[in-house]
């Protein structure tokens, strides 16, 4: 059963940072891109970062770039997403899945990030 655990969000002044995890499970990680994505309020969810199956190659939103960076460590199943110089517009949960062009209809609970001052 494919799963995916994230964590690592939380409450935090604009301009701080934060690092996320996401644990997979139930497939082979090492074959996989993988993905982080967000859903604001009342918003569409949309694609963060990604990042290929070796990690030798990663793409960011345009919204992002330059502030959050994206890895991963197959030994440990884990991607991480880390989040420097927030803003208030990036308050939304955050998920993450598999897959470079097209996620798995597996989605975990998510982590929520909140941006306030």
């Known amino acids: 059963q494919v799963r995916f655990v994230e964590s690592g969000g939380g409450t935090v002044q604009p301009g701080g940072s934060l690092r996320l995890s996401c644990s997979a499970s139930g497939f082979m990680f090492n074959m996989y891109a993988m993905a982080w994505y967000r859903r604001a309020p009342g918003k569409e969810r949309e694609l963060v970062a990604r990042?290929?199956?070796?990690?030798?190659?990663?793409d960011y939103a345009g919204s992002v770039k330059d502030r959050f960076t994206i890895s991963r460590d197959n030994a440990k199943n884990t991607m991480y997403l880390q989040m420097n110089s927030l803003k208030l517009e990036d308050t939304a949960v955050y998920y993450c899945n598999r897959g470079w062009t097209t996620a798995s209809d597996d989605w975990g609970q998510g982590t929520q990030v909140t941006v306030s001052s």
């Open positions: 990042i290929s199956n070796a990690a030798l190659r990663s």
